[in-house]
């Protein structure tokens, strides 16, 4: 069994920045591909960034773009969400995501494991 716990959110301001982390235990983290959503509140689960096991792939959301960076310690079984220039419309939950499959990683589908989501609020 795999399990995903997640930190680092909380309240920020706008143009302010929050990096998540995702801790998993249970497997050989490093086999895995990781990815984070969110969900903002009457709003479909939605894809925000992925990375596969090796790094040799990563993928964005056009919405983050350029202000969100994905990393990934396999040493340390941690993935991390760095967001920069938040923007009140990144207020979402935000859920840590494993995949045994390196594919359609924009696919809350594709994903095997959840954590339970952290709370981001962006305020103006």
């Known amino acids: 069994q795999v399990q995903l716990v997640e930190s680092g959110g909380g309240l920020v301001q706008a143009g302010g920045s929050l990096r998540l982390s995702c801790a998993a235990s249970g497997r050989t983290f490093s086999s895995f591909a990781m990815g984070w959503f969110r969900q903002a509140p009457g709003r479909e689960r939605e894809f925000v960034a992925a990375i596969t096991w090796g790094r040799t792939n990563i993928y964005y959301a056009n919405s983050v773009k350029g202000r969100f960076s994905i990393s990934k310690d396999d040493a340390k079984n941690t993935v991390h969400l760095q967001m920069n220039s938040l923007k009140t419309e990144d207020t979402a939950v935000y859920y840590c995501?494993?995949?045994?499959?390196?594919?359609?990683?924009?696919?809350?589908?594709?994903?095997?494991?959840w954590g339970q989501g952290t709370q981001v609020t962006v305020s103006s």
């Open positions: 995501a494993a995949a045994d499959s390196g594919m359609a990683l924009n696919d809350r589908k594709s994903y095997d494991y």
